[in-house]
Structure formats: structure tokens, C-alpha cells
């Protein structure tokens, strides 16, 4: 029985975490972030410049994550004997 609770709140869990993501996914379209990169290292003399890196997630990822997360959810709320 207590096995079956751990699955089912572990299921709640990983379905939570999937749909925020898919949602992200959608919202975004991907993760971007900034580093900065040396240009000129002389000596004393140090130049950088911001670097936008970027790493694109397609929509239909993002649906399909969000519908994986949602039908988590459903299972996990399933019927209660």
C-alpha cells in the first residue's frame, strides 16, 4: 500500500514538473543564456564581449511535453480502491 502511494505522489510529481516545462517549452521557445568571451588579452589590457548562446526547443516538443504531463496527472489521479 505504501508503495503505491510513493508511485502515485512520484507520478503527481514528474507529471507537475512536465507540464511547467512544456508551458516554459511553449512560452520560449528554447533557453538562452549570456557569457562573456575574451576579445583582447595584452597584458594589462583585457577587452570581453557578451555572447548570447542560445538552444532552441521546437513547439511540438514543448505540446508534447505538456501532454505527457498532463496524462501523468490523469493516471496518477486515477481511481482510489
Not at 27 to 52: C, F, H, M, N, Q
Amino acid at each position: 500500500m505504501a508503495s503505491a502511494l510513493l508511485l502515485r505522489v512520484s507520478m503527481k510529481a514528474l507529471g507537475v514538473l512536465l507540464v511547467a516545462l512544456g508551458i516554459l517549452g511553449l512560452l520560449y521557445g528554447g533557453l538562452s543564456w549570456t557569457r562573456k568571451d575574451k576579445v583582447v588579452d595584452a597584458g594589462p589590457i583585457e577587452i570581453t564581449a557578451d555572447k548570447t548562446e542560445r538552444i532552441p526547443v521546437p513547439p511540438i516538443a514543448g505540446g508534447l511535453i505538456l501532454v505527457a504531463g498532463i496524462a501523468l496527472l490523469m493516471k496518477s489521479g486515477g481511481s482510489r480502491a
